[in-house]
């Protein structure tokens, strides 16, 4: 184990250059030195601010035509919301002073585009200055299977809709031979590259993703984190990084873990990959996310000092995850979050979609009394 960190090393990742050899090496670091060094960088790319947005999330469907091995949602016999439920949801979630609702959903047979834009315009009609931060890459890909339109034409008309930015979900792992066993007929990687790549170059921003702790190996891990950091070179798009340690209930995936006696991630492998994370996308991509609902409060708040700057949102719901078996709870009010940043001496502020803290601030909403205990999430 080096007990400490090679000098040379130290100065590509503070140039930006960290190579997938040195982010192999450093898992052999001390782990409390690993944890210092992406401080220092969290530090040098955001200071000590910390955020959060408010927001809500909604899952429209429960049903879904893939075959992941990993999913505990999907119910053959689920639930469709139709666009009036969805509004009620955008109801109390614009009640409760959010800025955003993020929007997805399972795979529906015969869904094609005119679902997806029809559940954005009814949002946007009633709610305008609402955030719409919608579909996966895997649901913008399967509308253009299903309406017989290229990617690039559905983003055209998803934007056109009012789509604000995307969740750079159904990543998991992008490498194909993880991917083949994990969620077979999902898109491949450079199909998920693709229509990420194709959304910056359509003027729609996205988050990425990355689920960890399954089946992959630390090395797909890096790798992911690679591919991830060559498109926000070629395109500036992505405006956080978001590691999701894999819950291994009810599913396939994780009862074989179990049975095998792996069960799910330890905190300090959580841990190490928010820290490799931030060495790796040091000039790159500034924020990284941590999972409250994921990790749990306390691992949370730790991780703000391993290389985590943003705690993601309040919660209004949270369907996927608790699926999966996370129980560290669905509801966390603005003033319990900003009470844990400030425990960890850091300093709260709320954020819009894009990061931005000086929009909020500047609105009568950002100088409303905050009580969301009810209030929102996932970014």
């Not at 305008?128 to 017989?148: G, K, L, Q």
Request: proline fraction near 3%; hydrophobic fraction near 35%; aromatic fraction near 8%.
């Amino acid at each position: 184990m080096m007990s400490k960190i090679d000098e040379e090393l130290v100065e590509r990742a503070y140039s930006g250059k960290t190579s997938s050899e040195d982010a192999l090496l450093l898992l052999d670091a001390e782990p409390f030195e690993l944890f210092r060094f992406a401080d220092n960088l969290r530090y040098e790319a955001v200071g000590d601010i910390t955020t959060y947005v408010v927001n809500r999330n909604i899952n429209f469907t429960n049903r879904c035509i893939g075959r992941c091995g990993f999913c505990a949602f999907k119910e053959k016999n689920g639930y469709i919301l139709k666009n009036e439920e969805i509004l009620a949801k955008v109801e109390e979630a614009h009640k409760a002073g959010a800025t955003e609702v993020c929007i997805q959903g399972g795979l529906l047979p015969n869904a094609g585009l005119e679902l997806y834009t029809g559940i954005l315009e009814a949002v946007k009609e009633e709610y305008p200055s609402i955030h719409i931060h919608a579909f996966s890459p895997m649901e913008v890909y399967h509308a253009a299977r299903t309406s017989d339109l290229s990617i690039k034409q559905v983003l055209h008309e998803l934007k056109k809709s009012g789509l604000g930015t995307m969740p750079g979900t159904a990543a998991e792992i992008l490498c194909d031979h993880v991917r083949k066993e994990l969620c077979p007929g999902k898109l491949l990687t450079a199909e998920w590259v693709d229509v990420v790549t194709s959304a910056h170059r359509t003027g729609i921003r996205t988050t990425a993703t990355m689920m960890y702790g399954h089946i992959e190996s630390w090395q797909d891990r890096i790798e992911h984190m690679m591919i991830v950091r060559e498109i926000q070179k070629d395109t500036g798009g992505i405006t956080e990084f978001v590691p999701l340690p894999f819950m291994p209930y009810n599913n396939p995936i994780g009862k074989k873990m179990i049975d095998e006696g792996r069960y799910a991630t330890t905190g300090i492998d959580d841990l190490k990959v928010y820290a490799i994370s931030r060495i790796i996308f040091h000039k790159h991509i500034n924020n990284v996310q941590a999972s409250w609902v994921k990790l749990g409060k306390k691992l949370a708040q730790v991780a703000l000092y391993c290389g985590a700057n943003d705690l993601g949102g309040t919660l209004m719901e949270e369907s996927i995850s608790t699926a999966a078996g996370a129980n560290n709870g669905t509801s966390i009010s603005v003033q319990e979050l900003e009470w844990m940043i400030k425990g960890a001496n850091r300093t709260p502020k709320q954020r819009t979609t894009l990061y931005e803290i000086d929009k909020i601030e500047k609105t009568s909403l950002g100088n409303r009394p905050r009580e969301a205990g009810n209030a929102v999430i996932y970014s």
